[in-house]
C-alpha cells in the first residue's frame, strides 16, 4: 500500500512539472486576458463588474498572487473600470501590459494556482480508484488523467474548464456518499461541495437535474413495493433539493456577497439592465434585474445574471472552423470527432480492450443476474458515472457552441475511472480463472500505458496543440478544428522571439489573441487583417513588410468564411503559397515577394 502512494506522488509531482515548465514560454491566451484582469479586481476592490459571465472561484485563485506586487492602481481611473460596461478585455489587458509590472510575471504568477484544481482531483481520482476496484485501478486512472495531453494543456491556463472538472468530481463523490451514509455530516459536506461546483463554471448547474436525479433513482431502487419506491423515491428527491438550497445559500451566496460589497448597487442595476437588454425570455430576464439592485439579494441576482449571459450566449453559437466548414450553428458530429482526435491512439487501445473485454465477461454471466434494477443497485456508483456521461455528452452535441474538446473535460474523470476500474477487475479475473491468457494481457495493457506516457512526454511543451496520429499530429490538427482546440494565442512569444533572432525589421500579423504584440515585438508588427489585402498580387505591391506576412490559423482557416458572410475573406490567396515556418503549431509565417 507504501508503495502505491509513493508511486502516485512521484506520478502528480512529474506532471505538475510538466506543467509548469511547459507554459513558462506560453504568453497569456485569449480568455486569461479578461480572467486576470477581473480576477485582480475582484480580490483588490470586492467589485464584479467586469467578466460576470464567468463565477469567481478560478479569477480569485489567479487574482491572489498579483495583491503581493507593486499594481499601478490608476488602472481603476480608467474609463475601462469606471464607466464602460462589462469592458473585461481592455481592462485585462491594462492589468498584465500597462500597470507598470513585467507581463510574464503577472501571467505565470496568476497561472500557478491553477495547478491545485488539477492536484485535487488527481488525488481523489486516484482513491476513487482504489476504493472502488483495488490499488492497480487507482494507478491506472491516475496515470491516464495526470498524462492526457488535454488535461495537462487545461492545468495551467486562468479558466474555468479544469476547475469545473474539479467541481462536478467533487460534488458527485461527496453526494453519493451522502446517499449510501446520510448522516447529517455527510449532507454538509454535500451541501459544500456542491456549492463550490457552483463557482467554477456555470455549465456546472447540471449537477442540479443530475444529483437530483440520483436521488430519486437511488429512493427507488432501495424501496420495497412500487408505492413505497415511489414514496422512498420522493423522500430523497426533496433531500436533494434541500442540500442544493443549503449549497447555494452557505457557499454561493456569500461568496457572491463578497464581490458585490463595493459594487455600487445603482453601477450594478443599470450594468444588468443593459447586459440582459437583449435576452429573449423577459421573465427571467426581468427578475434578475429587479433584484440587482436590493440588499442581500443583488448577490445571488448576480449569480443569475451570469448563468442568463452564458445561457444567450450558449443559443447565439459562435463562428469556428470545422471540417473545411465555418459556421456558427455547431455541428452534431463535432464533439465526437474532436475527441477522438484529440484523445492519445493508445487511449483508444485500452478502451477498446474494455469494450472486448465486457462483451467476453457478460457471456459468461448467468442470466439470472442480469436484470438491469439488480446491477444498477449493485453497481451504482458506475451508474451515477454513465448517468453523468450521458447527460453532459448529450448537451454538448447539441450546442452551438463548438470552440473547443475543453468543453468535455468535466466528463473525464468517470470515462477514466470506468476503464480503468475494467481493465483492473479483468486483469484479476484472468489471473484467476484463466492463468494463460493473464500474461499476454498485461503485456498488452502496460505497452499502451506506456505509449499513453511516451505521447504525453512527446509533444511537450505544446500540449494544447496535441492531435494523435489519426489527424496526423500536432501538426495536422489545423486541417480538422482550430480555436481553443490547437490556437489560443499561446505562441506570441515564441513568434517574436523568432523574429527578432532573424533579424526582421517589419512583419505584418493578425494575431488570433489578446496578449499584446507590442510588449514583444517593440516596434516589428504592422497590423494586419484579412481584409487587408485583397491577393497576393496585391500583397506584393502594397506590402510594408519586406514580404513578411503571419497569421494565426484559426484566422487562415476561418478564410472559407461561413456561407451567409456578404463580404469575402481575403486569406484564401495564402493558400497556395508554403509557410517558411510554423510557430508553435498556430502561428503560419510566410514571405511573399514574387507570384
Do not use: C
Not at 515548465?21 to 475582484?42: K, M, Q, R
Not at 476547475?163 to 467533487?170: D, I, R, T
Not at 504592422?526 to 484559426?554: C, E, H, P, Q
Amino acid at each position: 500500500m507504501r508503495y502505491s502512494y509513493l508511486f502516485a506522488t512521484l506520478i502528480i509531482i512529474t506532471a505538475v512539472i510538466l506543467a509548469v515548465t511547459s507554459v513558462w514560454d506560453d504568453s497569456a491566451i485569449v480568455d486569461e486576458i479578461p480572467h486576470i484582469g477581473s480576477g485582480y479586481s475582484y480580490v483588490k476592490k470586492q467589485d464584479m463588474r467586469l467578466n460576470p459571465e464567468h463565477p469567481p472561484l478560478a479569477k480569485d485563485m489567479a487574482g491572489l498572487p498579483l495583491l503581493f506586487l507593486n499594481i499601478d492602481q490608476t488602472i481603476f481611473n480608467s474609463r475601462q473600470w469606471l464607466s464602460n460596461i462589462n469592458d473585461q478585455w481592455n481592462f485585462g489587458r491594462m492589468v498584465i501590459y500597462n500597470s507598470g509590472v513585467d507581463a510574464d510575471l503577472i501571467t505565470r504568477l496568476a497561472k500557478l494556482p491553477m495547478l491545485l484544481f488539477f492536484i485535487l482531483s488527481a488525488i481523489l481520482i486516484f482513491h476513487w480508484g482504489r476504493k472502488l476496484y483495488g490499488k492497480q485501478a487507482g494507478i491506472f486512472a491516475l496515470i491516464l488523467f495526470a498524462f492526457s495531453p488535454t488535461i495537462l494543456a487545461h492545468s495551467r491556463f486562468v479558466t474555468t474548464d479544469m476547475p469545473a472538472l474539479f467541481g462536478v468530481l467533487f460534488a458527485t463523490y461527496f453526494f453519493l456518499r451522502y446517499l449510501k451514509t446520510p448522516t447529517k455530516n455527510n449532507a454538509f459536506i454535500a451541501s459544500a461541495t456542491f456549492g463550490i461546483a457552483l463557482l467554477t463554471k456555470f455549465s456546472t448547474f447540471l449537477l442540479i437535474p443530475y444529483l437530483g436525479a440520483l436521488a430519486l433513482l437511488w429512493g427507488f431502487i432501495h424501496g420495497e413495493g412500487f408505492k413505497k419506491r415511489l414514496q422512498n423515491s420522493l423522500v430523497h428527491g426533496l433531500r436533494s433539493v434541500l442540500i442544493f438550497v443549503i449549497g447555494f445559500v452557505i457557499i454561493v451566496w456569500p461568496v457572491y456577497g463578497f464581490h458585490v460589497q463595493n459594487y455600487p448597487p445603482s453601477r450594478q442595476y443599470s450594468d444588468t439592465k443593459n447586459i440582459l437588454s437583449s435576452f429573449g425570455k423577459r421573465y427571467l430576464a426581468e427578475p434578475v434585474v429587479w433584484a440587482s439592485d436590493k440588499p442581500i439579494i443583488r448577490a445571488a441576482a448576480h449569480y443569475g445574471l451570469g448563468l442568463l449571459m452564458v445561457v444567450q450566449r450558449s443559443a447565439g453559437g459562435n463562428t469556428t472552423y470545422f471540417l473545411g466548414e465555418v459556421s456558427r450553428f455547431g455541428w452534431r458530429h463535432y464533439f465526437p470527432i474532436v475527441y477522438f482526435i484529440k484523445e492519445p491512439l493508445p487511449w483508444w487501445g485500452l478502451f477498446i480492450l474494455v469494450l472486448l473485454f465486457s462483451a467476453l465477461r457478460t457471456r459468461r454471466i448467468s442470466i439470472g443476474i442480469a436484470r438491469t434494477g439488480e446491477w444498477i443497485k449493485n453497481h451504482f456508483t458506475e451508474t451515477a458515472m454513465l448517468l453523468w456521461l450521458a447527460i453532459y455528452w448529450g448537451s454538448s452535441i447539441y450546442s452551438t457552441l463548438n470552440i473547443g474538446v475543453r468543453h468535455l473535460i468535466p466528463t473525464y474523470p468517470f470515462i477514466i475511472l470506468l476503464v480503468s476500474g475494467k481493465l483492473s477487475s479483468t486483469l484479476i479475473w484472468l489471473k484467476e480463472s484463466y492463468t494463460k491468457h493473464y500474461r499476454p494481457a498485461l503485456v498488452i495493457i502496460s505497452l499502451l500505458f506506456a505509449w499513453y506516457v511516451i505521447e504525453s512526454i512527446r509533444v511537450f511543451p505544446y500540449y494544447l496543440t496535441y492531435f494523435n496520429q489519426m489527424a496526423g499530429g500536432p501538426s495536422g490538427g489545423h486541417r480538422y478544428v482550430v480555436d481553443s482546440n490547437l490556437d489560443w494565442g499561446q505562441d506570441l512569444k515564441r513568434f517574436s522571439r523568432w523574429v527578432k533572432e532573424n533579424n526582421i525589421e517589419k512583419i505584418e500579423f493578425d494575431y488570433f489573441g489578446w496578449a499584446d504584440p507590442e510588449s514583444y515585438m517593440e516596434g516589428r508588427r504592422i497590423w494586419l487583417t484579412s481584409t487587408t489585402y485583397k491577393d497576393a498580387r496585391d500583397f506584393i505591391m502594397r506590402n510594408r513588410s519586406n514580404g513578411w506576412l503571419a497569421v494565426s490559423i484559426t484566422f487562415l482557416q476561418g478564410s472559407i468564411g461561413p456561407e451567409d458572410k456578404p463580404e469575402p475573406i481575403n486569406y484564401l490567396w495564402l493558400k497556395s503559397y508554403e509557410p517558411v515556418i510554423i510557430i508553435g503549431n498556430s502561428i503560419f509565417v510566410y514571405r511573399i515577394t514574387a507570384i
